[in-house]
């Protein structure tokens, strides 16, 4: 598909290792955007015109944006569904409208079913764990009738995306998510400490889940790229960085799953965006084996950004890096101070896009955020 709107040209030219007439500026702003534009947190998860009238509210007053990275507007009912433990969402499961959202890791596999999902096949596997948990799916009304209802919800949040790209703004992802098998083994079907013991003792049933759990999520986010016309992808990790793993580990365990992932996304022209939460930086030098210009390395503050620019440089395309302690507790001054830093140093040779270190933070000072969303019309590398 063409497209031809100067945000989208201003991201892909920095994914591509140019440099546009500005940085693009791209942060996760989706839960401070409902609390400033006066909408529960139970709305942006379950209504997307709610959720697009606060962020509409938001830019109005503190600035525009190029683009959202991960964004979970619009996006309960899915979240609702594709996790075998249901998440904590504001306004279910006896929570407050307003409070913050959470994942419920604790297992729901043994180290048999290692074995079991190999046989059986992700799919048939995994549904019947999710009919623990979600006894709507045991019959076949309420199975339908679930579809039924993520199908409507999914067709709201892809209007709601291309709205916004026709008005100048870019969704990096939208619902285009998936997983490599360790990470979401980790996050989904073992409780993290049970994860942990798995990778000291049965690393090769680690191995074995492998395809199954990939195979899904290349072709549930093939699709949903398809449906919704972003070529991009958001890949998660956290539980196989430098903070979790030793580099032996990595090497042997995680390092297969990410080159498999990155490499068929980047094949199928998807741009694989790998949001890293915690420390990656001793893990840098691996991601000079990842296809040159196709990838986004996104840090969440944690990581030491700069270090990421002289490993990369040429590379691969840096996105980050306002630390939510700034937007929390700085003043506007020192924000955009950072900000210039980072647009100077990063940017200076292209291939960067600014943005938060992960979400910013959902009571973070307004006046903070504006610092940070204008710093690019005031600051050129």
């Known amino acids: ?36 534009g006066g909408i529960t947190h139970h709305d942006m998860f379950f209504d997307i015109k709610k959720y697009d009238q606060a962020l509409a509210r938001m830019m109005n007053d503190l600035g525009t944006l190029d683009g ?16 075998p433990t249901p998440p904590l969402l504001p306004g279910t499961q006896g929570l407050g409208p307003d409070e913050q959202w959470q994942f419920v890791e604790k297992s729901i596999m043994d180290v048999e079913d290692y074995a079991l ?21 045991r019959s076949p009304m309420g199975f339908t009738k679930t579809l039924a209802e993520l199908g409507r919800d999914q067709m709201r949040l892809t209007a709601s995306l291309r709205k916004w790209r026709r008005q100048g703004v870019e969704s990096m992802t939208g619902p285009n998510i998936a997983f490599t098998a360790m990470e979401w083994t980790s996050i989904a079907l073992r409780s993290y400490t049970d994860f942990v013991l798995d990778i000291y003792r049965h690393p090769e049933e680690i191995k074995r889940v492998r395809k199954p759990i ?25 539980r196989t960085s430098a ?13 297969p799953e990410w080159h498999e992932m990155a490499e068929w996304f980047v ?18 030098p691996y991601l000079k084996e990842f296809p040159k210009g196709k990838c986004i390395l996104n840090l969440d503050g944690t990581s030491d950004i700069f270090k990421a620019k002289e490993v990369l440089d040429g590379h691969m395309c840096i996105m980050g890096d306002v630390p939510a302690t700034l937007l929390k507790l700085a003043e506007p001054e020192e924000v955009e101070a950072y ?21 910013v933070p959902i009571d973070a000072r307004p006046e903070n955020v504006k610092a940070m969303l204008q710093s690019v019309q005031r600051h050129r590398p």
Request: charged letters at 20%; one cysteine or more; hydrophobic letters at 45%.
């Open 243 to 255: 903070s979790a793993l030793s580099p032996k580990q990595f090497e042997d365990l995680a390092l």
């Open 267 to 284: 094949k199928h022209n998807i741009t694989p965006l790998l949001h890293f939460d915690s420390d990656w930086t001793a893990f840098f």
């Open 68 to 83: 959202q990275s991960l964004s979970y507007g619009g996006m309960g009912s899915l979240l609702m569904f594709i996790f």
């Open 214 to 238: 990939m195979d899904f999520f290349k072709r549930f986010a093939f699709t949903s790229c398809h449906m919704n016309g972003i070529r991009r992808v958001f890949l998660g990790g956290a």
């Open 1 to 36: 598909m063409s497209v031809s709107f100067p945000a989208y040209e201003r991201i892909e030219t920095a994914v591509r290792l140019g440099k546009p007439g500005r940085v693009p500026i791209v942060p996760i702003i989706d839960s401070f955007a409902s609390l400033y």
């Open 117 to 137: 999902m190999e046989k059986q096949g992700f799919i048939r596997w995994t549904l019947k764990k999710l009919m623990i948990n979600h006894p709507q799916l």
């Open 339 to 359: 900000c210039e830093k980072l647009i100077k140093e990063l940017g200076k040779d292209g291939g960067f896009i600014l943005s938060s270190g992960c979400t």
